[in-house]
């Protein structure tokens, strides 16, 4: 079985999950926008918060709805819209009922969306969480035992990682601590080279990467015979649906 045949068996059809943040207004509530986030219809989320029938037909009308979803892949909700809103001077009411307009709110959520208002002022110096560490340590321990246990192979390693985990960031530290100089990384989401992208260049910069998007599968066979060459040199481990070859 090929490194490509294995890749298909961890990537599965995506969901018809639409994580989307929007918002509506009242005519009860004037001048304030209610903030919710939903991974189904927007419609029928409002109208779910609306289950009677009232005379004169519903009160509300929903003026902002746009995807939860980062350029890199990831995803937001509404708490980190709230967030930026209040960071803004938007006076939050109650839950999740904001004085603000519909441009403020547009204004902060492409803040959020493009990371505008966090980018200038973050900090790379930061250390690695708990689960972090732990993830890291005990790949590069089986690494180190599988180079003398399975000489000429390239061993793997996969991590559990839910959303959140910070695998982009965890696996930049374990190419740190393992002294790799070639990192591979392929993944069904091609926003997620933004990602990876951005972290080399905050973390650390490895001299001989070249950060690309393109199809799982490269078309040209000399693309994938050089791929295929170089994942026998060192070892490899999977994130997720992510696979990331390192050596």
Partial sequence: MTVFDQLDLFVKEKTAADPTVYAYSDSHYPGMLKVGYTAG???????????TKRPGGVPYQIVFQESAMYEDGGVFTDHDLHRVLRKRGATHVDGE???????????AYLALKYKQDN??????NFKMRPEQVEAVEKTALYFSSAREDMPGQAPKFLWNAKMRFGKTFAAYQ??????FTRVLVMTFKPAVESAWAE???????????????????????????NTRE????GPSFALEVLWIFLG
């Fill in 41 to 51: 219809d927007v419609k029928k989320r409002v109208a779910q918060q609306y289950p």
């Fill in 97 to 107: 009922w904001f004085k603000c307009g519909t441009e403020e709110l547009k204004a």
């Fill in 119 to 124: 980018e200038e002022n973050r900090d790379w």
């Fill in 174 to 179: 374990l190419a740190r601590k393992m002294g």
């Fill in 199 to 225: 972290t080399s260049g905050g973390i650390w910069t490895l001299p001989d990467v070249s950060l690309s998007a393109g199809p799982r599968v490269p078309k040209s066979p000399k693309l994938m015979n």
């Fill in 230 to 233: 170089q994942t026998k040199a």
